[in-house]
């Protein structure tokens, strides 16, 4: 089985100042992770993964997560906020071992970036 | 690339009438998957797709529901009878043999 937890329905952050959205998963194997941002009346967008090697991983817009296997965590974090980040963010795990190719979606978390 | 393409973008419908949301996936993707996001159930996954046969169609509501995929070029889901609790954002989703999924524009949908 697996499972995500993202912990905050809603994060708030002044512009300029770092941001970190937080997730906890649940899987049997090795996880496969991702990050998706959803802006208003838009599809999800891909923002970055982790399936092995580096556990600071990059990705768009200046993003980057750290997978901590012993917390089983996967939190996003950016250095210098902007208000043009503030949208919906979905943590997504796949068990590896599971043999399906059906992730599984945390229930997202609202960041709003102040001026 | 164009990326996944919907439609219609939106669709406004009477109570019992038939409605039926289309995709087209990104040319090489093998699994296909359809979600609802609401307000208060979040995003849900409806049915999954892998190589145009489906695999998983435990989060299909109810009958009203079904969901085909003729080729690997081409998904369509019908809603029918549709009901008002059925409103809501419609994605499709496409990825290759379960990396990164690249998600359309949505299908909001309105049942009055």
């Known amino acids: 089985a697996q499972s995500v937890a993202q912990p905050e329905d809603q994060v708030n952050v002044a512009e300029g100042n770092p941001l970190t959205v937080k997730c906890t998963y649940s899987?049997?194997?090795?996880?496969?992770l991702f990050w998706y941002v959803q802006y208003p009346n838009r599809g999800l967008q891909f923002l970055l993964k982790?399936?092995?090697?580096?556990?600071l991983v990059k990705g768009s817009y200046g993003f980057e997560a750290e997978f901590n296997k012993s917390q089983t965590s996967f939190h996003l974090k950016k250095p210098s906020a902007l208000v043009s980040d503030s949208a919906l963010y979905f943590c997504?795990?796949?068990?590896?071992?599971?043999?399906?190719?059906?992730?599984?979606f945390g229930r997202g978390t609202s960041l709003i970036v102040h001026p | 690339d164009a990326g996944v393409i919907q439609s219609p973008r939106h669709e406004v419908t009477e109570m019992g009438q038939e409605v039926t949301l289309r995709c087209k996936p990104i040319?090489?993707?093998?699994?296909l998957f359809w979600y609802r996001q609401t307000m208060m159930r979040g995003l849900e996954l409806l049915i999954y797709?892998?190589?145009?046969?489906?695999?998983?169609d435990s989060g299909m509501p109810e009958d009203r529901f079904s969901a085909k995929m003729p080729n690997a070029s081409f998904s369509t889901l019908k809603i029918q009878p549709s009901e008002p609790r059925d409103s809501a954002v419609y994605f499709c989703?496409?990825?290759?043999?379960?990396?990164?999924?690249?998600f359309g524009p949505g299908t909001r949908l309105t049942v009055l």
């Open positions: 997504a795990v796949r068990d590896m071992g599971g043999g399906s190719y059906i992730p599984t």
């Open positions: 989703a496409s990825s290759f043999s379960g990396d990164t999924q690249y």
């Open positions: 899987v049997s194997g090795n996880p496969y």
């Open positions: 040319s090489g993707h093998n699994s």
């Open positions: 797709f892998n190589n145009n046969v489906p695999i998983d």
């Open positions: 982790y399936i092995t090697g580096d556990n």
